[in-house]
């Protein structure tokens, strides 16, 4: 008869003396549920299977840090999530800086005429409060990354980052509605 190991006991006897069995034994174990995490999480079979395989790389790669403090499926399950949403946080990120160049060349590549341009961001910009303007003036005119601005505002970087956001919505929105 064949005794099987828990997660951690398996992990200590063959980590370092077998590794394969001790990845092969873990991987059957747990690629059921990886699987269905990553698919709820992504919504997409393909993706799902990517990152189930891309997890367990990184786990087994990493898997001489698993301290016990928790069992080992809850350390494999955080993995999976922090992973997944790592994902998604990039491919919106993706998404969102190609959405946002389609829609600034939609109205840069018009036949306006430039000083048309240049007066609807005056006036967007004198529309807003002087904190948001400025922040765009010295992102766009001066040129200062993300940390010079929020070290001369004494503001996290974070913020920094969801302020320029608003106001760049804000005079896209003042452009759409001026435009219309």
């Not at 006991?9 to 063959?14: A, S």
């Not at 016990?68 to 494999?76: I, K």
Request: proline share 2%.
């Amino acid at each position: 008869m064949k005794v099987q190991l828990n997660d951690e006991e398996l992990i200590r006897q063959h980590l370092k003396t077998n590794p394969n069995v001790c990845f092969e034994a873990l991987y059957n174990r747990y690629v059921g549920k990886v699987y269905k995490r990553c698919l709820s999480l992504t919504k997409d079979v393909e993706k799902a299977e990517d990152f189930t395989h891309d997890i367990f790389i990184r786990a087994f790669a990493r898997l001489d840090r698993f301290q016990e403090r928790s069992t080992f499926s809850t350390w494999l399950y955080s993995i999976s999530f922090n992973y997944c949403m790592d994902q998604i946080k990039v491919s919106n990120r993706l998404l969102m800086t190609t959405l946002e160049d389609n829609v600034i060349n939609q109205y840069t590549d018009s036949n306006e005429p430039d000083e048309e341009r240049v007066q609807y961001l005056t006036r967007a910009l004198e529309s807003m409060t002087p904190q948001e303007s400025t922040l765009l003036r010295m992102k766009y005119q001066q040129g200062l990354d993300i940390q010079q601005i929020a070290n001369q505002f004494n503001l996290k970087e974070s913020a920094v980052k969801m302020r320029l956001k608003r106001s760049r919505d804000k005079v896209r929105q003042f452009y759409i509605a001026a435009a219309n």
